[in-house]
């Protein structure tokens, strides 16, 4: 079975609690804002932005062995978001779906929330590097840029 394919309309809702969760466990205890992640932050709203012709559905790719585990999302050479359901962590799953990101749709760069050092350690294991840049987003979330380390004598 292919694992990683195209995401479809019918992945929405699975593709939306997969994002919820992901927030609320790795970022609600930097932020502790409640009437964001346990208001705004929801399964409804965020499974409408997947849906059937939406740029974010033709933009998402799932790793489907059975269940759906794990999305990507890329944009040009952006990759905009990189989720595995936290149950399946750790089982190299997001590894698979940064390298297929990488390999096949020429993805080179993303922005990660500066306080999310295990997601930055993730990032550099699979070959990207800190460039220094940040921006502040929404005003009050730091992120960093990584950049996929290319490989120059000269440096």
């Known amino acids: 079975m ?40 929801n399964v409804l709203d965020t499974a409408a932005e997947y849906a059937e012709g939406s740029g974010a559905l033709r933009c998402t790719y799932v790793y489907d062995d059975g269940v759906v585990r794990g999305m990507i999302r ?28 990488v390999k096949t749709l020429g993805a080179a760069w993303l922005w990660a929330l500066e306080y999310n050092q ?14 220094g840049e940040t921006m502040t987003e929404d005003e009050w979330v730091p992120l960093v840029k990584l950049r996929l380390k290319t490989d120059r004598s000269c440096e």
């Open 118 to 131: 295990r997601g930055i350690a993730f990032y550099q294991r699979n070959g990207f590097v800190l460039t």
């Open 74 to 101: 890329v944009q040009d050479d952006e990759i905009v978001k990189l989720y595995v359901e936290p149950q399946f962590q750790g089982q190299g799953i997001g590894a698979k779906l940064l390298q297929f990101a």
């Open 2 to 41: 292919q694992q990683i394919r195209p995401a479809k309309a019918s992945d929405a809702s699975r593709i939306a609690e997969m994002i919820v969760t992901n927030y609320r466990v790795n970022f609600y205890p930097f932020f502790r804002n409640d009437p964001f992640y346990f208001g705004e932050l």
